[in-house]
């Protein structure tokens, strides 16, 4: 873990989120999404958490940006898709960045030393999720149930 | 390499996306800075993990696994729900969504 490692995926990341959120064509709105979303997991295996990193490839680049592309490819209205910027949100935007870095720069134990932490493998987190965790894995997966099918009868079309 | 730089990079990925949730007209766009802000905060929560006392169950990765789980289903309905109204409205732009005004 270095400081010139966790530099560039910031950058990266951000400067991803930022054509996201600020681009005018909502396509490429979606794919810079994809890209802050990679350098989001470079920034969990960077911290130590390969399996969340991953699961994070999977679920958000696999499944969330690729819902929000086919979502864009069924609500076209016109041939290019602008979107008119309203400033008054990136006021309001930058006065909440300047609040949270007002708190981070005045707490004393965010800036300390690195404290090196356990490795997280696949068999701790199994034996968590097998332990300790399993009630929010069954309600987990009882609302992935209910999801999937909340998302069916929400689209669906009585002929 | 401390707590507060990924804090501070957690934060910017927030107010990014409070950005494209706050600034834009189109029901998709308020999704995207609604999913960025949830990794943002899924991001806190390894940060915190990574840092903190060492503990035999990985509560903060765990913590963020669930949290993608409900974020990708959150993300369905929201679509989903996008998908319905388009259908009604014929326009994504939430500013001619007002049938519900008071």
């Known amino acids: 873990m270095n400081t010139a490692a966790f530099v560039v995926i910031a950058i990266f990341t951000l400067l991803g989120a930022l054509a996201a959120a600020t681009l005018p064509r909502l396509i490429h709105a979606a794919l810079s999404l994809v890209v802050g979303f990679v350098g989001l997991a470079a920034f969990y295996i960077l911290l130590g958490a390969e399996f969340v990193g991953l699961v994070q490839i999977f679920v958000y680049v696999g499944a969330v940006a690729v819902l929000i592309v086919f979502t864009i490819l069924l609500t076209r209205r016109e041939a290019t898709e602008r979107d008119p910027f309203n400033w008054l949100g990136a006021i309001v935007a930058l006065a909440v960045f300047g609040g949270l870095l007002w708190t981070i720069s005045h707490s004393d134990f965010v800036w300390q030393a690195h404290v090196p932490n356990q490795d997280l493998t696949v068999r701790r987190i199994g034996d968590a999720l097998m332990t300790a965790y399993i009630w929010p894995l069954l309600c987990v997966g009882v609302l992935l149930t209910a999801a999937m099918i909340g998302a069916l009868i929400l689209v669906y079309e009585e002929k | ?102």
């Open chain 2, 1 to 102: 390499m401390s707590l507060g730089l990924i804090l501070i990079a957690s934060s910017g990925l927030f107010s990014i996306g409070l950005l494209a949730a706050l600034s834009r007209r189109h029901a998709i766009f308020m999704l995207i800075g609604i999913e960025l802000m949830l990794a943002a905060a899924n991001l806190n929560f390894v940060a915190f993990w990574r840092f903190g006392p060492p503990s035999p169950n990985p509560h903060g990765a765990l913590f963020a696994i669930f949290s993608i789980a409900i974020a990708a289903a959150e993300a369905a309905v929201g679509l989903a729900l996008v998908i319905a109204v388009y259908r009604h409205y014929r326009t994504t732009s939430v500013d001619r969504m007002t049938q519900l005004k008071g």
